[in-house]
């Protein structure tokens, strides 16, 4: 009978912020899908006209949907590659004695707390711009001609900048999972003269295969609204080619004025997150369970 009025006064303690919770996430979702069923111009208030699914059919159709989801596409799976590749790369440096290691490991992980209007206004100003930025500088001293990196290389870019901001974020976790790696495992590899290049894939990569899942799982959610590094840098171009969905969505809101239109992208965009983060989540479950 206590178990049972306990479990009561929790549900009843619990329900005000999980309605709370509710209402945060429902109410929005709800309120975007009914504007997706409407011709909606914000320059012409009060003109709006129920039109179904025609703002869908408009957004998966019009040639600046596939471009952008390409871009969305290209620069989750390049920083990824990026974070994931280096980032144990640097997780096994900083998992070394030497001296300094507890300042090297906070520069490393420092750019995590820049905010990302931050890091591309210094990458954009500081880095790159290609008459006063210290790759031009480079460049020049060594004889090369310059590069306008936003002109010529704009989504490589965007995937520097994004990868950089990101790259703390996976050494973390992967040094942090690497340092739990047992002693006795070392020991015994060490004993049996293991090579340094099968103990690295067969006990470090092995060992690390959980935290490099939930590094991709955690990552990909973010990095499929990278958008201030792009509204910063480039604008969406040249063209669209810097163009994500996220910004497709942004543009067509608050350039176009077409809040219909942008209600179905920010649909269409919640659905193909989801079902991201299904394969991803289903992905981790398996290496969880083996």
């Known amino acids: 009978m206590a178990t049972q009025q306990t479990r009561a006064l929790g549900r009843i303690l619990v329900a005000p912020s999980v309605a709370l919770l509710f209402l945060w996430m429902i109410v929005p979702l709800v309120m975007t899908i009914y504007f997706s069923t409407l011709r909606y111009q914000l320059l012409n208030p009060g003109t709006e006209q129920f039109i179904g699914a025609q703002n869908y059919i408009y957004f998966l159709t019009d040639p600046a949907f596939i471009k952008s989801l390409s871009n969305t596409l290209l620069l989750v799976g390049s920083v990824l590659a990026i974070t994931v590749v280096i980032g144990v790369l640097l997780a096994l440096l900083l998992d070394q004695v030497f001296v300094g290691r507890s300042l090297v490991r906070l520069m490393v992980i420092a750019p995590f707390f820049v905010m990302p209007t931050v890091s591309a206004l210094v990458w954009k100003n500081l880095l790159m711009h290609p008459v006063s930025g210290v790759f031009a500088w480079v460049a020049t001293s060594l004889g090369f001609t310059p590069i306008d990196w936003f002109a010529l290389l ?30 006795d495992t070392k020991e015994a590899a060490e004993m049996d003269g293991t090579r340094p290049l099968p103990y690295f894939f067969y006990i470090v990569l092995a060992h690390l295969a959980r935290p490099i899942t939930v590094v991709v799982l955690i990552q990909t959610i ?29 543009a067509q809101a608050l350039l176009q004025y077409d809040v219909g239109g942008a209600s179905a992208g920010g649909i269409v965009a919640v659905v193909l997150a989801n079902i991201v983060a299904f394969f991803l989540v289903r992905l981790i479950g398996k290496h969880l369970d083996t």
């Open 154 to 183: 704009p989504m490589l870019s965007i995937i520097l900048i994004v990868a950089w901001q990101w790259l703390p974020f996976a050494t973390l976790i992967l040094l942090t999972a690497l340092q739990s790696l047992d002693n």
């Open 222 to 250: 973010f990095l499929l609204t990278v958008f201030a590094e792009i509204f910063v840098t480039t604008g969406g171009g040249p063209g669209l080619a810097t163009t994500n969905l996220a910004f497709l969505i942004y």
